[in-house]
């Protein structure tokens, strides 16, 4: 009887992880789609992609940030959803890292133009590490 009240308590965490995932990301996309020249210059503040992948980078991010987390949202494709997911935020994570480590103090960009103000900080990977957490805590959870 203990096993099945732990499933579901196991069940219920996983999905509030999906939305809590899911719904961070749809919120970020949305600046995003609505201002991507002001995203591309966020992007290109990392100083990682090469020039010419910049616009075409702001373009399609937003789109797969938003249909990825609307797919974890609903439960439909969960694992495949939560992989790019994972993905976008272990990318991100790599992002800040390496401009922490340069010691350039630029905004995060991750929730559109207001969040350029924000300098990345160790907060900043903290955060990312605790999404990332719940991301690998859905891949391999046998309730998701």
């Known amino acids: 009887m203990k096993t099945m009240y732990l499933y579901a308590g196991e069940k219920y965490a996983i999905t509030l992880f999906r939305w809590v995932l899911g719904f961070i990301f749809i919120y970020a996309s949305l600046d995003k ?4 020249s002001d995203f591309a210059e966020a992007v290109y503040g990392y100083r990682i ?6 616009n075409i980078f702001a373009i399609i991010l937003p789109w797969i940030e938003l249909i990825g987390g609307g ?3 609903v439960g439909f494709c969960k694992k495949g959803s939560i992989l790019i997911i994972d993905a976008l935020l272990i990318i991100f994570f790599m992002a800040m890292a390496i401009n922490l ?7 995060c960009g991750c ?5 350029t103000d924000d300098k990345i900080s160790v907060s900043y990977l903290l955060r990312e ?13 046998k309730a998701a």
């Open 111 to 115: 929730f559109g133009v207001e969040s």
């Open 101 to 107: 480590w340069r010691g350039l103090e630029i905004g």
């Open 33 to 36: 789609l609505r201002h991507p």
């Open 129 to 141: 590490m605790g999404m990332i957490a719940m991301g690998i805590y859905i891949y391999f959870s």
């Open 71 to 73: 797919l974890l949202v």
């Open 49 to 54: 992609l090469p020039e010419i992948c910049i």
